[in-house]
């Protein structure tokens, strides 16, 4: 457990009005209905909320037998991630009301150091899709309190979103999360003390979901996935009071890579399908085939290869060598690279690197210089495919690059990607090369202080 993250126990546990000493009173009580003797104490209670130890198995069953978990699903999943943690924000109507709550929620918690655990998966994650899906929510109007919204702040504020997006491609999402806040901030204070008319509304709400799905994304990037899902949510909640369905199915597609990156491919393709459903009809190839390149990243994961490769193939029709007229503006980077570079991570997810090395270099060679945190990331997937085909001193030749470029961004990602290269060319040592990297990694400043 990292140092400062509530432990989902604390919250279930509290949220039941129950001590420490109450709940091991009440697993010994259960334990001796059910002829399980254990003898969990305070102090027992206590270790594994500071994440010192965890319940050994019959522990465990007795748990879940306590918080209403089916055995199955509790085996299914490591602890403590099958601990069912409960936000009610999840579950408040979709109202205008409940947006702005939610985005001032994301400013009250925007320094708490939420890394260890998600909050929204399985259950809680169809409940929340499916009120996004198909609630009617109120729409974003008119609004008369306070000063009123000039619209060159209004399109000051959007083009101040642009550049932050660009911004996060060079430089990781760590540096930028202060600005992201702050901006964030701003926009939430203008929805609840200034005048705005119904255009100006959708503008701010909109706005509002751009910030937040980057204030996540940011969040996410550094290894704040707690804090990460409470952003995304309320980046959803703003993207359908603005009335915009492309910009919902862009922060679903984000929450995808959460997913999957976090061990929950099945979740992230559960995102995908629904803003696939949510936009049909209503949508642009662009938007179509970042959809489609997300879902087979997921559906890479299962090892479900068929439905994957008809996923990357609509995805490669689909995609263009920039943005079209009709896109958004958010849309800049779905550019064939993208779509390349996820063939290629799916592939290596598929166990077949010598395509991998094939797409991660075909889609280098159109890559612009702007992305460093993508070329830390796939120069080390690039290392993976060719420690697996026993190329090992060209392993270490992209795993050297990915270092020199790891000092250019703040990206918990790109740190976890280059620590897997160390790791898998560890056992390698006795070539030159490898000796050469491993040391140069130790001494790696980026490494060294993360």
Known sequence: MVPGARHPL?????????????LADRLCALGATRGVNIATTKRTVSTWENGRHEPDPPAQQLLAVLFGVADGDRAAIPWPEWIPVERPDLYAPWTVRSTVAALEGVQRSAHMDRRAFLTITGGTLSAVLHGWLTADPEAAHAVTRGRRVGSALLTRIEAHILELQHADDALGGGDLLGETDAA??????LLGACTYTDAQARRLFAAAADLGRMAAWGRFDVGRHAAAQTCYHAALRA????????????????????????GHPRDADNLVRTAQTAVRGNSTPAIDAMLAARRARALSKTGDAGACFRELNRAADLVGDGPGEDDPPWAYWIMRPEILMLTGSCMLDLGDPKRAQELFTEADRTYGDDYTRTHVLYLSRMSTALVQQGKIEAACAHGDHALDLLDEINSGRGLDHVRDTVTLLAPHRNVPAVRDYLDKARNSPALRTA
């Open 184 to 189: 964030l901030a701003l926009v939430t204070h």
């Open 239 to 262: 993207a359908q009071t603005s009335g915009d369905r492309q910009l919902g199915a862009n922060t679903l597609a984000f929450m995808a890579i959460q997913a999957y990156s976090t």
């Open 10 to 22: 604390v919250q279930v546990r509290r949220d039941r009005g129950w001590s420490q000493q109450g």
